[in-house]
């Protein structure tokens, strides 16, 4: 395959010896633009860096022998983690035993309680204090940061407020950091996770035995893996990716291309061929690229056939939410059809159970309801604050969580679904021939102060990975709210 006038250009800058940054839309080729860079000069060591394990065996494959094909952690591994890894998996409650949180925190008698945004008192149990303690030690080892401080303890529904946060970090932050010390130890009470050991690593401030460094799916490099590839200053640099694709950052992921610009000075250049669909399908893209002011536009495949418009039989749903994908899951299996959903039924279960415990008046620890003392709260809330919860709060007092969890074990592989339904953010890097967005994408509402219709900018993306997940047929209704948009938000 010869290579596109852009791709051609990419290849040139490589040759050039310039650190690169590449803008490339849904289905440009970034994944081929690479192997001709690496094709072009095989007498430099280089290392591609993937987003995941199943793209860095791919390219393994396909990639000249002289290129080591890994993810981050596969760099930061050490067989010496082996056994920790391999451990049985450790709940929050065996956790918070193991490293005795009630001793850290000096409590005894009943567990200490904070206020929710609504105004109840919630009992933080060690549990609790422990999962909120794991999460903020998994943020802060997704950063560049050398200390665990208040800013990555993470945002809980019904614990946004003031004083709920500063409560939360008393209680919080010293479990974290005790959690912190222990894994560094080789004999560590706690279960040693792939994010505790590239922590380590990056802290170690390695240094690449490699000539060229490769990094895929860059818009969505935690602040971690992007430190560690820029201050290899021996190396030729080129990250690839798609700004307009960043939607990981509300779990610490940061667009390491506009971080290679900045602190590199190097030049940007764009894929926008895509060979994914046709101009149908580029043209509902590009009114999110314009809406985002992205850097590039969309060309349609003209060999590629693409339609947009309502479709009865979609080969996916796609959703925003995990409520809504539940909805959607009950529906499809309702009608008696086969359905999977991506990523499994593992985050329904869970989402269930934990609404069944604040039924049964206990608390939880699920990251989507543990700021909140009971369900009469989360209804509450959902009613007044947060349209996502909404959809939750109606299926579970429609179906109940028993159900729920039996329609999950119903589940079907993909293989032989009729129907697959999705997050927007399990689908990226996925694709169908026919895609549906769900009603779940909500519009937002005008400003009562300005007028505006502010769309938050991770949102627009979310819906851009969403629109061109579809090759050949796409029904985005559900998205015809997005003319109203005035303004996008950070």
Request: hydrophobic content about 40%.
């Amino acid at each position: 395959m010869n290579p596109t006038p852009e791709q051609a250009d990419a290849i040139d800058a490589y040759g050039d010896g310039l650190d690169l940054v590449l803008q490339a839309g849904a289905g440009c080729g970034k994944s081929s633009t690479l192997k001709m860079i690496a094709r072009s000069d095989r007498r430099r060591r280089m290392t591609y860096v993937a987003y995941n394990s199943a793209i860095a065996a791919d390219a393994r494959r396909s990639f000249p022998g002289t290129v080591l094909c890994k993810t981050g952690h596969g760099l930061a591994f050490d067989p010496r983690y082996g056994d920790r890894l391999r451990r049985p998996r450790q709940t929050a409650h065996q956790a918070a035993q193991a490293l005795n949180v009630r001793s850290i925190l000096g409590i005894i008698g009943s567990s200490p309680t904070i206020t929710t945004d609504l105004g109840a008192q919630k009992a933080m149990t060690s549990k609790v204090i422990m999962r909120m303690a794991l999460d903020t030690v998994e943020r802060w080892c997704h950063s560049a940061d050398d200390e665990i401080t208040a800013k990555h303890i993470p945002h809980y529904d019904g614990l946004s407020k003031k004083r709920a946060r500063e409560e939360l970090a008393a209680l919080v932050l010293p479990v974290a950091e005790a959690a912190w010390q222990d894994l560094l130890d080789a004999d560590s009470v706690l279960n040693l996770s792939h994010d505790h050991y590239l922590k380590m690593w990056a802290l170690s401030r390695p240094r690449l035995a490699t000539d060229v460094v490769l990094l895929d799916e860059a818009q969505d490099t935690n602040d971690v893996l992007s430190a560690v590839l820029l201050a290899q200053e021996h190396a030729q640099r080129i990250a690839v990716g798609d700004s307009a694709q960043q939607i990981y950052s509300w779990r610490g992921a940061n667009d390491a291309l506009e971080k290679f610009v900045r602190e590199l000075g190097c030049p940007e250049l764009t894929l926008s061929q895509s060979f994914r669909f046709g101009p149908a399908i580029a043209a509902r893209a590009n009114v999110w690229l314009r809406l985002i002011d992205a850097p590039l536009r969309l060309t349609g495949w003209d060999s590629a056939e693409s339609t947009v418009g309502p479709l009865d039989t979609p080969d996916a749903i796609l959703c925003r939410t995990n409520a809504g994908a539940m909805g959607i899951v009950m529906e499809g299996l309702g009608a008696g059809r086969k359905v999977a959903l991506v990523g499994g039924g593992g985050d329904i279960k869970r989402l269930a159970w934990a609404a069944e415990a604040l039924q049964g008046g206990q608390p939880t620890d699920h990251p989507e309801l543990c700021g909140f003392a009971s369900w009469d709260d989360v209804r509450q809330y959902a009613a007044e604050e947060d349209g996502s919860l909404e959809v939750l709060v109606k299926l579970i007092d429609e179906h109940g969580p028993g159900q729920i969890v039996a329609a999950a074990d119903g589940l079907c592989s993909e293989q032989q679904a009729e129907l697959v339904v999705s997050t927007a953010h399990r689908s990226k890097g996925r694709e169908w021939p026919a895609v549906r967005i769900h009603a779940d994408f909500r519009a937002p509402k005008p400003d009562q102060t300005t007028g505006l219709v502010v769309l938050p900018r991770e949102e627009a993306r979310l819906a851009y990975v969403a629109v061109t997940r579809a090759r050949e047929q796409l029904d985005d209704v559900a998205l015809d709210w997005v003319r109203t948009v005035t303004a996008v938000s950070e």
